[in-house]
């Protein structure tokens, strides 16, 4: 299961219910003053993050600790990449992060662009509309608010999952751990470490915390490498070629409104949908730096001087996989009816004020939970005051 990468800190919160708002999902509660957060329901959006004004929640710490008695190899995604003007800073940038005690930096480009290709030939030949499953953020989305549209996932593993299979096949039995540096919140969720996850990855690292350790490393020297264009072109809607039938969209509400649509099968004109619940897709990732428009100018840049476009040759089970239904699976149509209609009569006694005292963030969610066994109607605090629901 991916648990959720949101640290709270118990010192700092005052219980401003500020991240209860927040929250899309409705993942977060407060229980006895303390900020509880749902793992089956976070989907790592860090929105509660960015509503906290006083860092009570934040991203989980990662920390770099390399044993040089192993083969330590790290994967770097196309986002860091084009976070560089140059080439030439590209090559300066495996440099350094290879000068941490790196083994072997591995560029992920080619397996992004795997990615999208692959995804592209399913709905090529599906019948329903596929829905690409490069970001976890989205898979998660999916099962927790969608699950209808569970089997419109494109079945294909994610590409720091895709290279680190391939990275163990190459050492054999050699003692090798993977590091993946991410670019946002969800992806951090993608490894064995914190988790305990059954990822071929073995540790996350957010980009931003690994920011200030590598950048010291600056102008030491140059490590070749060839970039995959199509992949670097891949991670943002703006910049990949896009047939008629792709329909792309960047930022979380838009990919919440197509979610919706296609789950009522009103899509009818697209055979996929690529969405990044990030602002010019995995290039807004909130683990990285600056603003995410300079990239646009970045990747012509950097194409300028890399014009190869590599393409791997993987095997079926190399790139595909049973994806996993964490949540619920397939959910049958009448007991969710049903379920629905016992929601709805615990919510119309409850005061509609959704004013958070309960701990809960609305008046809908407690009836969730009060359908659900985990608190009883007597816990409505306005109720308990002797107000009464006149709706």
Same mark, same amino acid.
Request: proline share 3%.
């Given at each position: 299961?991916?648990?959720?990468?949101?640290?709270?800190?118990?010192?700092?919160?005052?219980?401003?219910?500020?991240?209860?708002? @927040?929250?899309?999902?409705?993942?977060i509660s407060l229980v006895n003053n303390r900020v509880v957060i749902n793992d089956l329901l976070c989907i790592n959006c860090g929105k509660c993050?960015?509503?906290?004004?006083?860092? =009570?929640?934040?991203?989980?710490?990662?920390?770099?600790?390399?044993?040089?008695?192993?083969?330590?190899?790290?994967?770097?995604?196309?986002?860091?990449?084009?976070?560089?003007?140059?080439?030439?800073?590209?090559?300066?940038?495996f440099n350094a992060i290879k000068l941490l005690g790196f083994d072997e930096i591995i560029d992920l480009s080619p397996y992004e662009a795997l990615?999208?290709?692959?995804?592209?030939?399913?709905?090529? /030949?599906?019948?329903?509309?596929?829905?690409?499953?490069?970001?976890?953020?989205?898979?998660?989305?999916?099962?927790?608010?969608?699950?209808?549209?569970?089997?419109?996932? &494109?079945?294909?593993?994610?590409? *720091?999952?895709?290279?680190?299979?391939?990275?163990?096949?190459?050492?054999?039995?050699?003692?090798?751990?993977?590091?993946?540096?991410?670019?946002?919140?969800?992806?951090? *969720?993608? &490894?064995?470490?914190?988790?305990?996850?059954?990822?071929?990855?073995? /540790?996350?690292?957010?980009? @931003?915390?690994?920011?200030?350790?590598?950048?010291?490393?600056?102008?030491? =020297?140059?490590?070749?490498?060839?970039?995959?264009?199509?992949?670097?072109?891949?991670?943002?809607?703006?910049? /990949?070629?896009?047939?008629? @039938?792709?329909?792309?969209?960047?930022?979380?509400?838009?990919?919440?409104?197509?979610?919706?649509?296609?789950?009522?099968?009103?899509?009818?004109? !697209?055979?996929?949908?690529?969405?990044?619940?990030? !602002?010019?897709?995995?290039?807004?990732?909130?683990?990285?730096?600056?603003?995410?428009?300079?990239?646009?100018?970045?990747?012509?840049?950097?194409?300028?001087?890399?014009?190869? *476009?590599?393409?791997?040759?993987?095997?079926?089970?190399?790139?595909?996989?049973? /994806?996993?239904?964490?949540?619920?699976?397939?959910?049958?149509?009448?007991?969710?009816?049903?379920?629905?209609?016992?929601?709805n009569k615990i919510y119309e006694k409850l005061p509609h004020l959704d004013c958070g005292a309960c701990g809960y963030p609305s008046c809908r969610?407690? @009836?969730?939970?009060?359908?659900?066994?985990?608190?009883?109607?007597?816990?409505?605090?306005?109720?308990?005051? =002797?107000?009464?629901?006149?709706?």
């Amino acid at each position: 299961m991916k648990k959720s990468v949101i640290e709270y800190t118990l010192d700092r919160c005052t219980t401003c219910l500020a991240c209860l708002k @927040a929250c899309p999902l409705d993942a977060i509660s407060l229980v006895n003053n303390r900020v509880v957060i749902n793992d089956l329901l976070c989907i790592n959006c860090g929105k509660c993050i960015d509503a906290c004004n006083n860092q =009570g929640l934040q991203t989980i710490k990662t920390n770099l600790e390399l044993d040089k008695d192993i083969i330590n190899v790290a994967l770097l995604p196309s986002s860091l990449i084009l976070r560089m003007s140059n080439m030439d800073e590209v090559e300066d940038l495996f440099n350094a992060i290879k000068l941490l005690g790196f083994d072997e930096i591995i560029d992920l480009s080619p397996y992004e662009a795997l990615v999208f290709k692959e995804s592209s030939l399913i709905a090529n /030949y599906n019948d329903e509309i596929t829905i690409s499953s490069f970001c976890p953020m989205v898979n998660k989305l999916i099962e927790v608010k969608y699950p209808s549209l569970l089997d419109n996932l &494109a079945p294909i593993k994610y590409p *720091s999952e895709i290279a680190a299979k391939q990275v163990k096949k190459k050492y054999g039995s050699k003692k090798v751990l993977v590091y993946n540096f991410c670019e946002c919140n969800a992806k951090l *969720s993608l &490894a064995k470490f914190p988790f305990g996850n059954n990822y071929y990855v073995d /540790y996350s690292l957010a980009i @931003a915390q690994m920011l200030p350790i590598f950048k010291n490393n600056y102008g030491k =020297g140059r490590l070749q490498v060839n970039l995959s264009s199509k992949g670097l072109q891949a991670i943002n809607p703006q910049t /990949y070629q896009v047939s008629e @039938a792709c329909l792309s969209a960047d930022s979380f509400d838009k990919v919440m409104d197509i979610l919706e649509l296609a789950e009522f099968d009103v899509i009818k004109d !697209y055979q996929i949908l690529r969405l990044f619940p990030c !602002y010019n897709g995995c290039l807004g990732g909130d683990l990285l730096w600056e603003n995410s428009y300079n990239n646009l100018g970045n990747i012509k840049n950097i194409l300028q001087k890399n014009q190869e *476009s590599l393409e791997l040759s993987l095997t079926f089970d190399d790139i595909y996989s049973n /994806y996993e239904k964490e949540v619920c699976g397939k959910i049958d149509i009448k007991e969710k009816i049903k379920k629905f209609g016992e929601i709805n009569k615990i919510y119309e006694k409850l005061p509609h004020l959704d004013c958070g005292a309960c701990g809960y963030p609305s008046c809908r969610k407690m @009836a969730e939970e009060i359908c659900n066994g985990n608190c009883e109607i007597k816990d409505c605090k306005i109720l308990d005051r =002797g107000y009464k629901n006149v709706n």
